[in-house]
């Protein structure tokens, strides 16, 4: 049933003259130090993130970055709680090399769990704050803390949802710096090399 009190919207008409685009997400929006925060964000509202138990091998989580196309995993256990990431750095990383050392394992025998970023060393921007950032501010932000990806939590509806990400590597990409090795973390020097050339 439809209810009465709605009205019609207003609408444009295209001009002769006019020039339209379509909107294409499959080109990211070129960025500039100064751009909204949002530009660059991830919306985790609108993308689905993927996800991996902590009790699967890194073998495995390899293969599900592979197959979905993503280097970012998020760690959630059978409730869909949080409990940590899992980058495609830390794959191959020296966390994960010392691990298997000290176990006497090989890498690809590592569970999740043994190489992850666990939920109280992340670290997360509030919702409300990225609304009013920009990339600069980002940018000094995952610098400070010298990591590559940085969670936002949106809290107005009391508990803690993460509803978008950022990285590092995205950035640089939208901002034209170009990314040769995906697996080598993209360095904030060539991002600020970028910014001061342009």
Request: proline share 4%.
């Amino acid at each position: 049933m439809i209810r009465q009190h709605y009205q019609p919207m207003e609408h444009i008409s295209a001009q002769a003259t006019s020039v339209i685009y379509v909107s294409d997400p499959s080109r990211p929006l070129k960025l500039m130090i100064d751009s909204p925060a949002f530009d660059a964000m991830t919306d985790l509202r609108k993308v689905h993130p993927v996800s991996i138990s902590q009790y699967e091998s890194l073998e495995q989580a390899r293969t599900t970055m592979i197959v979905c196309g993503v280097r970012l995993l998020f760690v959630r256990n059978s409730k869909g709680e949080l409990l940590g990431l899992l980058t495609a750095t830390d794959l191959a990383g020296e966390r994960a090399i010392v691990e298997a050392g000290s176990s006497n394992r090989n890498v690809p025998e590592l569970s999740v769990s043994d190489v992850m970023t666990s939920l109280p060393d992340l670290e997360f921007l509030e919702f409300s704050d990225v609304a009013r950032a920009e990339i600069g501010h980002i940018v000094a932000t995952l610098k400070a803390h010298g990591r590559q990806h940085a969670l936002v939590v949106d809290q107005r509806r009391g508990d803690m949802q993460v509803v978008g990400l950022f990285s590092s590597t995205q950035i640089a990409r939208q901002m034209g710096i170009a990314v040769v090795d995906p697996v080598r973390a993209i360095t904030f020097a060539q991002i600020e090399a970028a910014v001061a050339g342009s």
